[in-house]
T-cell receptor
């Protein structure tokens, strides 16, 4: 079945630094990728949607200059959290959709900013 | 208001059937209904999806009301490994409208 690999699974960084999270579709081409963040005991909250080769579409309230999304190929999307602060600490999850039906999710990245 | 509503939690005994309800009263005719489940600190896992007809797969069954304003995820024989948060999601042309999730507790 379709597999999405997300790395790292957890990361601790200092306040003010940047962190990059990778999301790869391993056995299919992802025409669209989605980035979510999730706070404890809450549902997933969509941050942005990206199509290969074009700029990401950000949800209202999500700062595009803070959360940089690159979807340069059909199998790779990255999310960079720039100048991270403690309030950016969260669980970040990517999801990929290929031409076939369905959404496949990565295993998530636990970001802790200290 | 395009909400998808689910109960916060449900309990069931091991090896008994579980019916997880979801309301999506403003669903349009072309919106798919998805169910995913999530374990702590993991990404969501696909369970089942459907449009109008009831659906069965090796994990579960999905019963969709005739007016499509509600659906029920059915686990025929719950095991301890089925304990998770189950999300009902309305797919409106790739705009996913998530329910808040139902935490399923399985009692041995």
């Amino acid at each position: 079945g379709a597999v999405v690999s997300q790395h790292p699974s957890w990361v601790i960084c200092k306040s003010g630094t940047s962190v990059k999270i990778e999301c790869r579709s391993l056995d299919f081409q992802a025409t669209t990728m989605f980035w979510y963040r999730q706070f404890p005991k809450q549902s997933l909250m969509l941050m942005a949607t990206s199509n290969e080769g074009s700029k990401a579409t950000y949800e209202q309230g999500v700062e595009k200059d803070k959360f940089l999304i690159n979807h340069a190929s059909l199998t790779l999307s990255t999310l960079t959290v720039t100048s991270a602060h403690p309030e950016d600490s969260s669980f970040y999850i990517c999801s990929a959709k290929g031409r076939a039906y369905g959404y496949t999710f990565g295993s998530g990245t636990r970001l802790t900013v200290v | 208001d395009a909400k998808t509503t689910q109960p916060n939690s449900m309990e069931s005994n091991e090896e008994e059937p579980v019916h997880l309800p979801c309301n999506h009263s403003t669903i349009s005719g072309t919106d798919y209904i998805h169910w995913y489940r999530q374990l702590p600190s993991q990404g969501p896992e696909y369970v089942i999806h459907g449009l109008t007809s009831n659906v069965n797969n090796r994990m579960a069954s999905l019963a969709i009301a005739e007016d499509r304003k509600s659906s029920t995820l059915i686990l025929h024989r719950a095991t301890l490994r089925d304990a998770a948060v189950y999300y009902c999601i309305r797919d409106s042309n790739y705009q996913l409208i998530w329910g808040a999730g139902t935490k399923l507790i399985i009692k041995p």
